[in-house]
């Protein structure tokens, strides 16, 4: 099925007590609490596995002038060691899934120079330290800050890196107001829960990988590339993942060095990073540097829109952040331009992490917003308001839908904000308290993917598709999809995913998993309806499948009776002519009420809430999981994560858990997240929207306009720590005594 046309009435419309929308618990969550179910580094499916570490280089750029091995292969049960003289043939790099040990440069700190393979873990990890490599190490470039100068304009992804409309130059010189400001953002990283992990297996001329991927099919196109093999020779095995938010799109190194060994030794090999290795090894999110400049007449109206951004990534890749892509439809006005300019550093490779592109872009756009609000002497919403658009102001296309202005105005009247009060006006104590929002939007793109159903004789309904599971809740809102087409409970269906024997899907990742992967099955569900009804010779017309039964007229068949030794269906869906014809984003808009300590400039969140709209929710209890954790790295964004580098040797210094800081449960003291009504009949099959992202996208906005509301002060380097806010008490301080 194509969406070549918006979708009229289907079953899920029909069914307002069905189980589609319910908040219905996960249905994997007893095997996960009790640990029955197996993630990649915990599968038992491949007996007798040695154990792989990884040798990561000391220095971020250079060469390698020798390696020696010899004692790590008389080490106690070592079986391999493999260099870059070793390394079996590879191809070529593939998307971001590069060749490993391939010759003696090194780009950057943290690069796999060796991989030693033992019979345990102990023993691999032991002999990986007796590795000795000596270099020719060379001066890095790390900072880019200091790199601007080497900025280019990366090939396009998915859209053009620039955008232009009207004469912004002219309309920016010319108007009343206007702003021009610079926000900087951070290297960020994923911190996922379970680290990268993988067991390969060599079977006859293809291999077998047990590994934490969000998406299985894009994983062998790109192993296929590297190893040189057809992509069918490459099986991928992702059932459970432990948390990805887009570290896990890609194959990672100990993916390929795993299978590398394996075929080396005829045996399968087995590897996880350390949390350490993580920083360096994986990717991570680009730090940025933004320039917004905005025009306006008196009255707030936008004439000029500019969106300037900086990002980088390693030596000889192209991923690049695309910070001001959202800018293109968000507001209006008729003079615009958005520019992405890239620098190569020896640091390690960027690439996507939760909600890539909107996460940072809205984080300094929608505080530009209020900085003009400010300017202006009008209400942070209001603005905003005064600046909607009737249609995408770039693609000059018509919305789907478009429920900002309803989400500002709800969480406006839910959050109390008509008792917002001036900036630096509110004191409770020794606390300053304000309050701030921002706006929210995310790209609800649709990706081709593919489902088959199976009704057995038991009466059980199996579902089958390389869909992947990061924690997000696909078994579970598949489930309900296929339970509520086919009329059977939940405990009658049984979702088989992750694996790419399975007909293809998409995968997780970029809010489309959810809407891909459930239309699939929607629409390979319908057909299997459409299959029972002729083994019954029943009409279609009025038929309603339910408890385990269908209806059509005065008869009533057992599907268990329809189906007899079994029967099954297929369903695909592919992206079409909506998407041209239509702009199609999630929305929403999210409010923070913060305290800031006027001694330490220590700051508190004291509550948090964000409004939603997207589409049809599949699952309250999920969405609203998926909602809150995005807003949790909202806060993390703007209060606490920073991977810092040291420009020296080009490498993060507080590389692990201790001191790399993410949210915890102190951190968040009141946080809600509500939907509100809608249905998206361009969207896809099941009119809903992505949500998994959504909730970043201008989360930790609101906390730094928060901020200000609370202290006068406006932060642009994020994140907003302590240090930051004393400055900008001494600075108010200073002003303070100038002016007496």
């Given amino acids: 099925m194509e969406m070549n046309q918006p979708i009229g009435r289907t079953p899920l419309d029909d069914r307002p007590d069905g189980l589609v929308g319910k908040p219905l618990d996960r249905v994997e969550g007893k095997l996960k609490v009790t640990g029955h179910a197996p993630y990649a580094y915990e599968t038992r499916a491949l007996a007798n596995p040695a154990y792989g570490f990884i040798v990561p280089a000391t220095i971020a750029a250079g060469t390698i002038r020798s390696i020696d091995a010899e004692a790590a292969r008389r080490a106690p049960g070592a079986i391999l060691v493999m260099t870059h003289e070793n390394v079996p043939e590879q191809g070529e790099k593939k998307e971001q899934v590069w060749p490993q040990l391939q010759g003696t440069e090194v780009k950057f700190y943290g690069q796999p120079v060796a991989f030693v393979v033992a019979e345990t873990f102990e023993q691999a990890r032991a002999a990986a330290m007796l590795v000795k490599v000596r270099y020719d190490a060379a001066k890095p470039k790390g900072l880019l800050k200091d790199s601007l100068a080497a900025a280019y304009e990366p090939k396009p992804v998915n859209s053009p890196p620039d955008s232009k409309l009207g004469d912004f130059d002219a309309a920016f010189a010319a108007a009343p107001v206007k702003l021009d400001v610079e926000y900087v953002t951070p290297n960020q990283i994923h911190v996922q829960m379970e680290p990268h992990a993988t067991i390969a297996s060599w079977e006859g001329d293809g291999v077998v990988l047990h590994t934490a991927n969000q998406m299985p099919n894009r994983g062998q196109k790109s192993l296929g590339s590297v190893l040189k093999l057809p992509p069918e020779k490459i099986r991928i095995v992702s059932p459970y993942i432990g948390g990805g938010f887009g570290s896990k799109l890609q194959v990672q190194p100990e993916a390929t060095l795993a299978i590398l060994a394996s075929k080396v030794i005829q045996r399968p090999v087995k590897v996880a990073l350390t949390r350490q290795q993580e920083f360096h090894v994986a990717t991570h999110r680009t730090d940025t540097i933004q320039r917004i400049r905005l025009g306006a007449d008196r009255d707030g109206r936008l004439s000029a829109i500019s969106h300037e951004s900086w990002s980088d990534t390693a030596e000889g890749d192209g991923f690049f952040e695309t910070s001001a892509n959202v800018t293109r439809s968000l507001y209006s006005a008729q003079n615009r331009v958005t520019r992405h300019r890239l620098v190569n550093l020896n640091m390690p490779i960027a690439s996507a992490m939760r909600a890539p592109g909107e996460a940072v872009g809205q984080l300094a756009f929608e505080c530009a917003m209020d900085e003009l609000a400010e300017q202006l002497k009008i209400d942070p919403i209001e603005l905003r308001v005064r600046n909607e658009p009737a249609e995408d102001p770039e693609k000059k296309v018509p919305f ?134 002729k083994a019954g010779d029943l009409n279609p017309d009025g038929a309603t499948f339910r408890d385990g039964a269908v209806t059509s007229g005065n008869r009533t068949e057992s599907l268990t009776d329809l189906a007899k030794t079994g029967l099954e269906a297929s369903g695909e869906i592919k992206p079409g002519e909506m998407k041209q014809k239509f702009s199609q984003y999630s929305y929403g808009a999210h409010f923070a009420e913060v305290g800031v300590d006027v001694d330490t400039g220590e700051i508190r969140l004291r509550r948090m809430l964000g409004v939603f709209t997207g589409g049809r929710i599949l699952n309250a209890k999920t969405a609203r999981s998926q909602a809150i954790g995005g807003m949790t790295f909202g806060v993390g964004a703007a209060l606490m994560e920073d991977a810092v580098v040291d420009p020296r040797y080009s490498y993060f210094v507080n590389h692990d858990m201790a001191e790399y800081h993410v949210p915890v449960h102190a951190d ?66 200073g002003q303070a005594q100038r002016r007496t």
Avoid: H
């Avoid at 008792?419 to 995310?442: I, T």
């Avoid at 995913?497 to 809010?511: L, R, V």
């Avoid at 459930?518 to 459409?530: E, H, P």
């Fill in 400 to 533: 789907s839908t478009r429920k900002l202005v309803p989400c500002m105005r709800e969480g406006a009247r839910l959050f109390g904000w008509d008792k917002r009060q001036a900036a630096g006006s509110r004191r409770e104590g020794n606390w300053l308290v304000g309050m701030g929002m921002s706006a929210a939007a995310r790209l609800n793109p649709l990706m081709p993917s593919s489902a088959k159903v199976r009704l057995g004789p038991d009466g059980v309904l199996v579902v089958r598709m390389a869909m992947t599971d990061p924690g997000t809740g696909t078994y579970t809102i598949l489930t309900q999809i296929a339970g509520e087409m086919l009329g059977l409970p939940p405990e009658r269906v049984r979702v088989e995913m992750g694996d790419t024997d399975f007909p293809f899907a998409a995968g997780s990742g970029g809010s489309f998993g959810a809407g891909s992967a459930g239309s699939a099955l929607y629409v390979a569900c319908d057909n299997l309806r459409q299959a029972l009804l």
């Fill in 668 to 733: 968040l003291p009141e946080i809600d997240a509500v939907f509100l009504p809608e249905l998206d009949d361009k969207a896809n099959p099941l009119k809903s929207k992505g949500l998994g992202e959504l909730g970043i996208c201008g989360a930790g906005a609101s906390l730094a306009n928060a901020i200000y509301n609370a202290t006068g002060i406006r932060v642009r380097d994020y994140p907003m720590t302590l240090d930051k806010m004393l400055k900008g008490f001494e600075e108010q301080e």
